[in-house]
């Protein structure tokens, strides 16, 4: 309830929350406070956020409530990527169990949204909330599965043919002026330089007599 501050003249001012809104608001932080540290406790004796503890009061409530039923969101999204991490599912079979045994984590913040102590606007943002945080769950389930049973394969590449450091070197060979090539090699035998296509064939020196 609330009560209404009057002037001197009996001019109705500023509505504020009687005592029983004030001991309604602070029942509700010591829960939401609970809830936001994982506890899952009863909401009997909570009085409804209906616009009976003045509409200041309770925006500040459904504030505080948002931010914690988010934290456990996060927090159930923690556990379940853990579980992930340490025993990643191979078949759909260990898809299916493991989403369901990380579905009864949810049923807390699902009986929270649809109590009916809270205004209808917030049920159906926690809602829509909860089908998004499932989807979401189930996608990151599945894709870990899949990449158990499909390894991603690094693409290799290819292998460049070197010399090893101890082989010979083929040796420079050098053309002398009359077109043979000169072997540094003793012993073996020189073959005349091939003539660039196009270059003709220099004509012997003549005599002169």
Known sequence: MQSERTDARGVAGRREPDAGSRGGYAMWVAWIEAFRRGENRDTAGLPPIDGGMGSYVEARLLERLSGAFSERVRQWQTVLGAQIVAAPPTDDAAVSALLREAASG???????AGSPLLPRSMSLAMH????QVRAGARDAVEESARRVREPE???RLPRVARRPANSPVPAQRTVGRNGRVADPSPGRSVTPAARPYGVPATPAPRTVR
């Open 106 to 112: 949810l049923e807390p913040l699902a009986r929270v």
């Open 128 to 131: 829509d909330l909860l089908g």
């Open 153 to 155: 394969v690094e693409p």
